[in-house]
């Protein structure tokens, strides 16, 4: 029999902590455990070395600076600053990430002074930073000259202090509706995860509820797969309860609707959106294997959990076309008496809605020759629901809420129109 193995964290303490270990390691929950349990027991000399060991290298390694941000150590916000204000590139996102990391508000004004050289490749890393150290930011037009990026960026930041959330531009896009909303809470948000080792500071991502990341989700790579992984728990979010107060059934979808999901919308992070009403034929997926994410039967891409999809994928012309919706709470803990009394409901004609945020990605994997494209999200109200609709076998009544930001259609693909090709394919629009 194997000896078991050793603490994580104990050979941490002893062997002390390099900045790329930190920097990795804390993306993985076995690794934010070990580094949450050392910061509990190291002292705080231990501490003090460390953090003085890896701070040496923040002039001329942006790991380094990444893994002091993860610390929460703000008295080097300053060193990072400065090594961010001389950086290009890949060491200037690398400095980017570190300073979103540290979440120090008082990186604004410095952020702000390299943002008024109005130099078009900085601009957009500046922006993710000042994002993060403010906590809010101000909305930045969709369509926007990308030579005027800059100049849009520091003309919407000269804005501050900043108003409460505000939904903006509300209009019809044929069967959906979309809006901006400026300066969003942030409560729900998709957002690059912290360095997870190699070459590049920003490549996987994660829906987060209050800064703890819920799911890691794909990267922006459009030959890679589709991940949609659970990350924390889904013990139903305090952030996420709040919401079903102020949502009642929804029939049509006009500017009232967005009014009435200003509970929900208001806690989104800053960007543009659209909200598009479907009736969508749903399973309960149960098996991994069974999952659209299970691509070239591995099951490693797929939900750890159990999770709701369209019945078919759809073999639409040059991609198949799916829908994939993960919980925000246990499903196995679902109340049966009440998936029972909407089950009754629905079979009698009702349709009740559920409420998912959702992004659409296209993929065309190395290793399948079949492109495809996903609707993916997170169900925020109506489990009990989708669970009778799935029951039930009548299609499901969905109000997706799609992040057009975060969306990674084809290159040149309008994200609005990967949206409705999904839901036409799957004849779901309604």
Not at 32 to 40: C, D, I, K, N, S
Not at 116 to 123: I, S, T
Not at 414 to 421: G, I, L, Q, S, W
């Amino acid at each position: 029999m194997a000896e078991p193995r050793e603490p994580l964290y104990t050979r941490w303490r002893d062997e002390g902590f390099r900045a790329e270990a930190i920097a990795n390691g804390t993306n993985e929950p076995r690794f934010r455990e070990a580094l949450a349990q050392w910061l509990v027991e190291a002292t705080p000399e231990q501490r003090s070395a460390v953090t003085h060991a890896i701070g040496k290298r923040i002039p001329k390694d942006w790991t380094a600076a990444i893994a002091v941000g993860l610390l929460g150590e703000r008295s080097y916000t300053a060193a990072i600053l400065d090594a961010m204000a001389k950086a290009k590139g890949l060491e200037l996102s690398g400095y980017g990430v570190a300073i979103e990391t540290m979440r120090d508000e008082g990186a604004v004004a410095a952020l702000m002074a390299m943002l008024e050289a109005l130099v078009p490749e900085r601009a957009w890393v500046l922006a993710k930073a000042l994002q993060r150290s403010a906590g809010r930011a101000p909305l930045i037009d969709r369509y926007v000259d990308p030579k005027q990026y800059a100049r849009a960026v520091l003309d919407a930041w000269k804005r501050r202090p900043f108003a409460a959330p505000t939904v903006r531009n509300v209009a019809r896009a044929g069967r959906s509706v979309t809006f901006g909303l400026d300066h969003g809470g942030g409560e729900l948000h998709i957002e690059s995860t912290p360095y997870n080792g190699g070459s590049w500071p920003r490549w996987s991502r994660a829906l987060y509820v209050n800064d703890e990341p819920l799911y890691n989700v794909s990267s922006g790579c459009e030959t890679c797969h589709s991940i949609l992984q659970l990350a924390g728990t889904l013990d139903l979010p305090s952030a996420l309860a709040r919401y079903r107060a102020g949502i009642a059934a929804i029939d049509t979808l006009d500017e009232a609707t967005i009014e009435a999901l200003r509970l929900l919308i208001d806690r989104l992070q800053t960007g543009h959106y659209m909200a598009c009403l479907a009736n969508l034929e749903v399973d309960r997926v149960t098996d991994p294997a069974r999952s659209w994410l299970a691509e070239t039967d591995d099951d490693s891409y797929a939900p750890r959990t159990v999770h709701f999809q369209s019945k078919l994928r759809a073999p639409a012309e040059k991609l198949r076309s799916s829908v994939l919706l993960v919980p925000s709470q246990d499903l196995s803990k679902l109340d049966e008496a009440t998936v029972s009394d909407y089950e009754r409901a629905i079979r009698g004609g009702a349709r009740p809605v559920a409420i998912a945020l959702t992004w659409v990605e296209d993929r065309s994997n190395w290793d399948d020759n079949e492109p495809t494209r996903t609707l993916l999200g997170a169900v925020l109200d109506g489990h009990h629901k989708l669970a009778a609709y799935a029951r039930a076998r009548v299609p499901a009544r969905i109000l997706t809420v799609t992040s057009l930001d975060e969306s990674t259609p084809g290159r040149d693909v309008d994200p609005m129109d990967a949206v409705h090709e999904t839901l036409d394919a799957l004849g779901a629009i309604g």
